[in-house]
């Protein structure tokens, strides 16, 4: 009797482990349905009614603080559609609907401190059968102890990368830099002292990829995925309508089903060209984020 106790016991045990085991969210992402609320960076924030419009994603957003402490400015929040993308597709949150002219639909707004309600567009995208949900994170959100920082100058832009703390591995795939009035800055512009006075802005390709699971475990372990992130970068609208697009950052968040990343992106730097062009930096940086999912 002792010893089938303490093999029931054993079994118990075993079971409990990988029950705990199996609740951490996938990359360390909590996530819901979409329609329902949950607590992110210090807002209780619900994301519903995900829809197509033409070549749009549009989705509503109502956000309240969760607590007493702080939450994240909304000029710092992303938006990013969240499924098997060919390209990842972000937006910031304020400001995100202001391309969209025909289109009946209030923009995200913070008409209040302590309130943010609205639309958020997130386009183009006109595979909506690549599209799983929607998920946030901020720009201004840093896990301390896991920022690395590379020179990411013009023209060669990111030397390769492989990084053990955030478990990616990064290359550039284009360096492509202008001056603040849309005309080329090309490499032999390097030596004429005139070509870097006043604004611009350099649009910096990279493949970003991990083997197998080893991203996984990186970001489940220190508990929230990587972003990457560029700087200099001005507020929307900034020198360039394409930084704007494109913007300075990316959450590295593959599609749950994957336990490997192989995503391709473009990120912008803009502001003083000589800062933007000869002086960027590239961050990879551990932050928070959360997944509104379908239903399907």
Partial sequence: MRS???????VVLVASACSSGDSVPRFAVPDVTVGESQAILGWNMSVSNIRFDGDNVLVDVDASP????PHADPKDLRFGLYGALAHPLEAPAIGSCRDIT???VKPLSAPAPDRLTGTVCLGPQRDQSQVRGVYVYSTADRM?????AFPAAFPVGLPAVNNDDSGLSLRTTSVDAFRADGSPVNPTDLGNPDAFTGGGYMLLGLEIDSVSTKYRDVAESRGGPTMVVMSPTLPVPGVSHACDVYGPSVLVLPERARDSVQMGVTLCV???????LLYPTLSLIGTHAAVWTTDE
């Fill in 4 to 10: 089938l106790l303490a093999a029931l016991t054993a």
């Fill in 66 to 69: 969760s607590g007493d402490g």
């Fill in 102 to 104: 025909d289109l009946a």
């Fill in 144 to 148: 301390p102890g896991t920022t690395t």
């Fill in 270 to 276: 803009q502001g003083d060209i000589n800062d933007a």
